[in-house]
């Protein structure tokens, strides 16, 4: 059997997959450089029969066909971070034992110097053309993508996803989301991470839609091509709100309006990877009209939880189980927890990942019977999902009460002087952990201690107020733009030293 993205990419050949900046790809183009590109992999073998396949390619055709390639060779790919440093390009590399290396010319310094190191062969996609072998079946249940996890606690971990993950995930959404051929997004997220991958890029090309792909993220670019409203559909991070929210101020009353009539156009906006402040969901709906779908995933599990399509889209929640999904929320004592009370978040479904690599110990600790242990606290009112935070950086225990730094996040930002932040526990003799946060003021702000502790206390329980805080000129963020808590963590235990 042949992979059901391909059959299903061969019969609507015809119609455009990828269009960049410079050029628009059919999905025959799509197929056959594709092909190319798994006959330069297999070099005469006849199945890579799952051998790892690193590369690192900006976005846009090139990085599509080199992952249809991988795949159609029987190979798993393993997508490189176009903005990582060489020591964590080499530690996804020599952790997942990649066989080949694959770069585009742009990029290639940066991977042949490991390739030669390591003796690994490295294949430039520039250097590939010519004509096309037989190419193996490959069964739905072979492994596809190894995807490393952020890793704010330890190393990296491979997350291990086989089609049928993949094709689960998908249908989910393509279910729950109603795309249609005649939709058209804009990709403009990394293509190392699940966001891009699978909800905006293999979402579009399963049902034969046309993905825009930008090679890297600029809020005046966004705009320029929202402006020209040919899109249907747009899915990006909260942090890239905030960069298009602030682009958007700065522009003159008339380009404004036609930059929200852009977003009109669309018919849905998605939101999701990170908590999305509601005060930023209530200035998106001023500037596009558009309540944001705000979603919740995870790369083991894609996404599962979301809000709906149809009907009213609640802020601060992210909504009910996608299709195919199951969750459940689970208390500390490893029952179901009581209804309106915390859990941790427990996911089961065909979509969730096979395991992870070459680590079973890990995957073992990561699943309960068949549920996966997503490690995020959430609570359910009437079905209704809204995320605490993860276990791990986000409930903070202290004097006894544990507290969610989303919701005392969520509080702080509506502080007037108060740009962005990030709250955290940080250990302590007296109070297990203290709350700490982390603050991005408004320029001219004075804001003190004792000035946000007497405005807070009117907001929030006194426990759950911050005891310290910091004010810096950005939030420590990853590729994804996540705040990396622990370095948040560090830096208040290097203010006390
Ligand atoms: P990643 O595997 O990099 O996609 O990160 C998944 C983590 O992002 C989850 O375990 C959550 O902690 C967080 N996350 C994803 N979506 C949301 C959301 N809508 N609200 C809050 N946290 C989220």
Redesign the pocket.
């Known amino acids: 059997m042949n992979l059901p993205l391909i059959t299903r990419a061969q019969s609507y050949s015809e119609r455009t997959a990828i269009v960049t900046p410079q050029q628009r790809f059919s999905y025959q183009d799509l197929l056959d450089r594709s092909a190319q590109i798994a006959t330069a992999l297999l070099d005469g073998m006849a199945d890579l029969a799952e051998q790892r396949v690193a590369f690192l390619l900006p976005s846009g055709f090139d990085y599509v066909a080199t992952q249809w390639g991988i795949w159609r060779a029987g190979g798993i790919a393993v997508p490189l971070c176009t903005a990582h440093p060489r020591p964590e390009l080499e530690y996804v590399i020599t952790q997942s034992g990649a066989s080949i290396l694959v770069a585009d010319d742009s990029l290639a310094d940066r991977l042949l110097p490991i390739a030669e190191d390591h003796q690994q062969p490295f294949l430039l996609t520039s250097h590939i053309s010519g004509a096309i072998a037989p190419l193996p079946m490959v069964a739905i249940d072979r492994r596809a993508l190894i995807l490393y ?2 890793g704010t606690t330890g190393k990296p971990k491979g ?1 291990v996803i086989t089609h049928a993950n993949i094709q689960a995930q998908v249908t989910s959404l393509v279910t729950a989301w109603a795309w249609q051929p005649e939709d058209c997004i804009l990709h403009l997220l990394p293509l190392h ?3 891009g991958i699978i909800n905006v890029l293999t979402c579009a090309l399963w049902v034969g839609a046309e993905c825009h792909m930008l090679p890297k993220f600029d809020a005046e670019t966004v705009w320029r091509r929202i402006s020209d409203r040919d899109l249907t559909l747009f899915m990006a991070v909260p942090t890239i709100y905030a960069k298009l929210i602030a682009a958007w101020s700065k522009a003159s009353k008339q380009e404004q309006a036609v930059r929200s009539l852009g977003c009109r156009q669309m018919r849905l906006m998605v ?6 402040p509601v005060q930023m969901l209530e200035t998106w709906q001023q500037i596009s009209g558009h309540v944001l779908l ?7 599990i894609g996404m599962a ?1 979301s809000n709906p399509l149809q009907g009213e889209r609640l802020a601060g929640s ?1 909504g009910q189980p996608l299709p195919g999904v199951a969750v459940r929320l689970v208390d500390e004592s490893g029952a179901l927890a009581a209804a309106d009370s915390p859990g941790e978040i427990q996911v089961q479904g065909p979509g969730v990942f096979l395991e992870y690599w070459q680590n079973p110990e890990a995957t073992a600790k990561a699943f309960c019977g068949p549920w996966f242990r ?3 606290m959430a609570i359910a009112q009437q079905g209704t999902y809204r ?1 605490l ?2 276990m791990s950086v ?1 409930i903070i225990k202290t004097g006894g009460y544990k507290v969610s730094a ?1 919701e005392i996040e969520e509080v702080l930002r509506s502080h007037p002087d108060i740009q962005d932040c990030a709250v955290v526990g940080v250990a302590d003799e007296e109070w297990g952990e203290r709350v700490c946060g982390a603050l991005v003021v408004t320029g001219e702000s004075g804001l003190t201690l004792t000035a946000l502790r007497a405005w807070a206390k009117e907001q929030l329980a006194t426990y759950k107020v911050p005891t310290k805080i910091l004010i810096l000129e950005q939030l420590p963020r990853n590729a ?1 733009g ?1 705040v990396i808590k622990p370095a948040i963590v560090d830096l208040f235990n290097g203010a006390d030293s």
């Open positions: 996890t952020s997350v991470h699940i966001h939101s999701g990877s990170a908590a999305l705000e979603r919740y995933g995870m790369t083991e939880l992210v997503t490690g995020d995320i935070g993860r986000d989303l994804m996540k």
